[in-house]
């Protein structure tokens, strides 16, 4: 009958609808875990960027006060 040709059709539309819903959905969930992992990447390499420049200073502040700690002994021997 008509009415079960259109009940059909109606099925076929929905079915067609929930195949597409689905793998929208999927790529959403996969575009938000792809932004996540880059905001955690992000975030890694941030703070691994501020220990390196942490590191870079204390390498500078150690290299002054060996510098200076031998000035001081060069001065101390030749005083002696």
């Known amino acids: 009958?008509?009415?079960d040709r259109c009940q059909k059709n109606l099925n076929d539309k929905?079915?067609?609808y929930d195949g597409i819903k689905s793998k929208h959905e999927q790529k959403s969930q996969h575009i938000q875990q792809q932004t996540d992992l880059k905001a955690r990447i992000d975030e890694k390499i941030n703070r691994a960027n501020t220990e390196f420049v942490n590191v870079r200073r204390n390498i500078g502040e150690r290299a002054l006060d060996l510098n200076s700690k031998n000035r001081q002994i060069k001065i101390a021997k030749e005083e002696i």
Do not use: D
């Open 1 to 3: 009958t008509e009415l």
């Open 14 to 16: 929905q079915r067609t």
